[in-house]
Protein backbone atom coordinates (compact mmCIF):
# COMPACT_ATOMS: atom_id res chain seq x y z
CA UNK A 1 0.00 0.00 0.00
CA UNK A 2 3.07 2.20 0.53
CA UNK A 3 3.30 2.24 -3.29
CA UNK A 4 -0.39 3.06 -4.06
CA UNK A 5 -1.81 5.92 -4.58
CA UNK A 6 -3.12 8.43 -1.38
CA UNK A 7 -6.79 6.47 0.02
CA UNK A 8 -6.05 3.20 -1.62
CA UNK A 9 -6.97 0.69 1.54
CA UNK A 10 -7.32 -2.67 -0.42
CA UNK A 11 -4.96 -4.37 -2.77
CA UNK A 12 -5.23 -6.09 -5.99
CA UNK A 13 -3.93 -10.16 -6.36
CA UNK A 14 -2.16 -11.09 -9.39
CA UNK A 15 -1.66 -15.03 -9.05
CA UNK A 16 0.83 -16.70 -10.96
CA UNK A 17 1.60 -13.34 -12.21
CA UNK A 18 4.79 -14.32 -13.90
CA UNK A 19 6.70 -11.16 -15.42
CA UNK A 20 4.34 -8.88 -13.68
CA UNK A 21 3.09 -7.15 -16.60
CA UNK A 22 -0.46 -6.58 -15.33
CA UNK A 23 0.61 -6.04 -12.13
CA UNK A 24 2.84 -3.31 -13.21
CA UNK A 25 0.01 -1.53 -15.01
CA UNK A 26 -2.43 -1.21 -12.00
CA UNK A 27 0.83 0.17 -10.21
CA UNK A 28 1.24 2.63 -12.61
CA UNK A 29 -2.56 3.41 -12.38
CA UNK A 30 -2.07 3.99 -8.40
CA UNK A 31 -3.26 0.78 -7.52
CA UNK A 32 -1.75 -1.84 -4.73
CA UNK A 33 -0.99 -4.93 -6.12
CA UNK A 34 0.20 -8.64 -4.48
CA UNK A 35 1.99 -10.53 -6.73
CA UNK A 36 2.03 -13.88 -5.90
CA UNK A 37 4.26 -16.70 -7.75
CA UNK A 38 6.45 -19.36 -7.01
CA UNK A 39 9.52 -17.38 -8.96
CA UNK A 40 9.47 -15.30 -6.11
CA UNK A 41 10.23 -17.73 -3.15
CA UNK A 42 8.33 -20.27 -0.97
CA UNK A 43 6.53 -17.69 1.01
CA UNK A 44 4.63 -17.02 -2.43
CA UNK A 45 4.09 -20.77 -3.64
CA UNK A 46 0.29 -21.42 -3.71
CA UNK A 47 0.80 -24.96 -3.43
CA UNK A 48 1.57 -24.05 0.47
CA UNK A 49 -1.57 -24.54 2.95
CA UNK A 50 -0.49 -20.87 4.65
CA UNK A 51 -0.45 -19.38 1.51
CA UNK A 52 -3.40 -20.36 0.43
CA UNK A 53 -5.28 -19.50 3.56
CA UNK A 54 -3.88 -16.11 4.24
CA UNK A 55 -5.22 -15.28 0.24
CA UNK A 56 -8.43 -16.34 1.31
CA UNK A 57 -8.39 -14.45 4.39
CA UNK A 58 -7.31 -11.36 2.81
CA UNK A 59 -10.58 -11.76 0.34
CA UNK A 60 -13.07 -12.46 3.50
CA UNK A 61 -11.54 -9.63 5.31
CA UNK A 62 -12.27 -7.11 2.72
CA UNK A 63 -8.99 -6.40 1.72
CA UNK A 64 -8.85 -7.44 -1.53
CA UNK A 65 -11.19 -5.58 -4.86
CA UNK A 66 -9.71 -8.02 -7.69
CA UNK A 67 -7.49 -10.59 -8.40
CA UNK A 68 -6.21 -11.65 -12.00
CA UNK A 69 -4.90 -15.86 -12.05
CA UNK A 70 -2.95 -16.21 -14.57
CA UNK A 71 -3.02 -20.07 -13.75
CA UNK A 72 0.03 -22.33 -15.33
CA UNK A 73 -0.71 -23.98 -18.40
CA UNK A 74 1.68 -26.77 -19.31
CA UNK A 75 0.25 -29.39 -18.19
CA UNK A 76 -3.13 -28.46 -19.40
CA UNK A 77 -2.13 -27.75 -23.02
CA UNK A 78 -2.72 -29.36 -26.37
CA UNK A 79 0.26 -28.67 -27.49
CA UNK A 80 1.91 -31.87 -25.75
CA UNK A 81 0.61 -34.13 -28.72
CA UNK A 82 3.79 -36.39 -29.13
CA UNK A 83 3.37 -40.40 -28.69
CA UNK A 84 4.17 -41.51 -25.31
CA UNK A 85 8.13 -42.46 -24.68
CA UNK A 86 9.75 -40.29 -27.30
CA UNK A 87 11.73 -38.09 -25.41
CA UNK A 88 8.99 -35.10 -26.45
CA UNK A 89 5.96 -33.57 -24.38
CA UNK A 90 3.27 -36.18 -25.06
CA UNK A 91 -0.47 -35.54 -23.28
CA UNK A 92 -1.05 -35.82 -19.44
CA UNK A 93 -5.04 -35.11 -19.89
CA UNK A 94 -7.68 -35.25 -22.70
CA UNK A 95 -10.85 -33.37 -22.68
CA UNK A 96 -12.43 -36.16 -21.21
CA UNK A 97 -9.85 -36.93 -18.63
CA UNK A 98 -9.09 -32.68 -17.33
CA UNK A 99 -7.84 -34.09 -13.94
CA UNK A 100 -4.74 -36.45 -15.79
CA UNK A 101 -4.55 -39.40 -17.47
CA UNK A 102 -4.29 -43.27 -16.25
CA UNK A 103 -0.67 -44.98 -16.24
CA UNK A 104 1.30 -41.37 -16.51
CA UNK A 105 4.47 -42.22 -15.28
CA UNK A 106 5.71 -41.09 -11.58
CA UNK A 107 7.23 -38.14 -13.01
CA UNK A 108 3.97 -37.12 -14.67
CA UNK A 109 2.18 -38.09 -12.86
CA UNK A 110 3.26 -35.31 -9.89
CA UNK A 111 3.42 -32.83 -12.12
CA UNK A 112 -0.26 -32.91 -13.02
CA UNK A 113 -0.79 -33.72 -9.33
CA UNK A 114 0.82 -30.61 -8.62
CA UNK A 115 -0.55 -28.42 -11.31
CA UNK A 116 -3.82 -29.79 -10.00
CA UNK A 117 -3.63 -29.01 -6.47
CA UNK A 118 -2.60 -24.83 -7.43
CA UNK A 119 -5.21 -25.05 -10.34
CA UNK A 120 -7.93 -25.94 -7.41
CA UNK A 121 -6.78 -23.58 -5.18
CA UNK A 122 -6.96 -20.47 -7.68
CA UNK A 123 -10.52 -21.90 -8.82
CA UNK A 124 -11.76 -21.63 -4.84
CA UNK A 125 -10.19 -17.91 -4.82
CA UNK A 126 -11.70 -16.86 -7.82
CA UNK A 127 -15.10 -18.45 -6.56
CA UNK A 128 -14.96 -16.39 -3.53
CA UNK A 129 -13.84 -13.48 -5.09
CA UNK A 130 -17.07 -13.46 -7.19
CA UNK A 131 -19.63 -14.31 -4.74
CA UNK A 132 -18.46 -11.26 -2.78
CA UNK A 133 -18.51 -9.01 -6.14
CA UNK A 134 -15.10 -8.43 -6.68
CA UNK A 135 -13.65 -7.68 -10.25
CA UNK A 136 -11.60 -10.62 -11.10
CA UNK A 137 -10.94 -13.06 -14.33
CA UNK A 138 -8.36 -15.93 -14.84
CA UNK A 139 -6.43 -16.24 -18.71
CA UNK A 140 -5.16 -19.42 -20.33
CA UNK A 141 -4.86 -20.00 -24.02
CA UNK A 142 -8.05 -20.93 -25.69
CA UNK A 143 -7.53 -24.42 -26.35
CA UNK A 144 -6.13 -25.16 -23.34
CA UNK A 145 -7.68 -28.33 -21.02
CA UNK A 146 -8.67 -26.08 -18.03
CA UNK A 147 -11.13 -24.82 -19.32
CA UNK A 148 -12.46 -28.92 -19.30
CA UNK A 149 -12.47 -28.48 -15.46
CA UNK A 150 -15.62 -28.85 -13.56
CA UNK A 151 -14.80 -26.00 -11.57
CA UNK A 152 -14.20 -23.84 -14.72
CA UNK A 153 -17.27 -24.83 -16.30
CA UNK A 154 -19.35 -24.06 -13.04
CA UNK A 155 -17.85 -20.23 -12.96
CA UNK A 156 -18.74 -19.95 -16.75
CA UNK A 157 -21.98 -20.26 -15.68
CA UNK A 158 -22.01 -17.39 -13.10
CA UNK A 159 -23.87 -14.24 -12.84
CA UNK A 160 -21.51 -11.35 -14.61
CA UNK A 161 -18.94 -13.95 -16.19
CA UNK A 162 -17.77 -12.84 -20.09
CA UNK A 163 -15.19 -14.98 -21.84
CA UNK A 164 -13.18 -13.01 -24.51
CA UNK A 165 -10.46 -13.91 -26.75
CA UNK A 166 -7.53 -12.28 -28.05
CA UNK A 167 -4.39 -12.98 -30.06
CA UNK A 168 -1.21 -11.89 -29.29
CA UNK A 169 -0.44 -10.26 -32.80
CA UNK A 170 -2.60 -7.36 -31.72
CA UNK A 171 0.66 -6.61 -29.33
CA UNK A 172 3.26 -6.76 -32.20
CA UNK A 173 4.54 -10.71 -31.47
CA UNK A 174 5.22 -13.01 -34.76
CA UNK A 175 2.87 -16.03 -33.53
CA UNK A 176 -0.78 -15.84 -32.67
CA UNK A 177 -0.77 -17.52 -29.45
CA UNK A 178 -4.90 -17.42 -28.72
CA UNK A 179 -5.45 -16.61 -25.52
CA UNK A 180 -8.94 -16.86 -23.42
CA UNK A 181 -10.18 -14.65 -20.50
CA UNK A 182 -12.88 -15.57 -18.36
CA UNK A 183 -14.15 -12.15 -16.32
CA UNK A 184 -16.59 -11.62 -13.72
CA UNK A 185 -17.76 -8.37 -12.45
CA UNK A 186 -15.55 -6.26 -15.35
CA UNK A 187 -17.73 -3.03 -17.38
CA UNK A 188 -15.32 -2.10 -20.06
CA UNK A 189 -14.27 -5.45 -21.99
CA UNK A 190 -14.05 -3.37 -25.26
CA UNK A 191 -10.45 -3.83 -25.75
CA UNK A 192 -10.66 -7.52 -25.93
CA UNK A 193 -12.79 -7.06 -28.98
CA UNK A 194 -9.79 -5.17 -30.44
CA UNK A 195 -7.26 -7.81 -29.86
CA UNK A 196 -8.51 -10.48 -32.21
CA UNK A 197 -6.81 -11.25 -35.24
CA UNK A 198 -9.05 -12.05 -38.20
CA UNK A 199 -6.65 -13.56 -40.65
CA UNK A 200 -5.57 -17.17 -41.95
CA UNK A 201 -2.29 -17.92 -41.58
CA UNK A 202 -1.60 -13.99 -42.14
CA UNK A 203 -2.09 -11.46 -39.70
CA UNK A 204 -4.73 -8.90 -39.88
CA UNK A 205 -2.74 -6.65 -37.96
CA UNK A 206 0.75 -6.86 -39.33
CA UNK A 207 -0.05 -8.37 -42.70
CA UNK A 208 2.40 -10.76 -42.61
CA UNK A 209 2.64 -14.54 -42.00
CA UNK A 210 2.22 -15.92 -38.28
CA UNK A 211 4.76 -17.62 -36.84
CA UNK A 212 3.93 -21.15 -35.56
CA UNK A 213 6.08 -22.17 -32.62
CA UNK A 214 7.15 -25.74 -32.22
CA UNK A 215 9.54 -27.42 -30.73
CA UNK A 216 12.73 -26.82 -28.40
CA UNK A 217 12.80 -22.74 -27.69
CA UNK A 218 15.61 -20.58 -26.16
CA UNK A 219 16.40 -21.32 -22.02
CA UNK A 220 15.24 -24.66 -22.34
CA UNK A 221 11.84 -24.12 -22.97
CA UNK A 222 9.58 -25.35 -25.64
CA UNK A 223 9.00 -22.25 -28.25
CA UNK A 224 5.13 -23.21 -27.64
CA UNK A 225 5.96 -21.43 -24.02
CA UNK A 226 5.12 -18.03 -24.70
Known amino acids: LRTAAPGERRVFIDLFSGSEHLAEALRRHGKAVVTIDILK ?12 SELKGWITGGLVWGIMAGTPCETFSRARRAPQNRGLPAPLRSSLLPRGLPHLCPKDRHKVSLANLVSDRAASLLKLAHQRGLVGGEENPATSILWELRSRKELAQQEGVSEHIIDHCAFGTPYRARTKFRLFNCLNTKVFDASRCHGRGICSFSHTRHLCPSGPGTRGKWATHV
Open 41 to 52: GRNFDLARPAVF
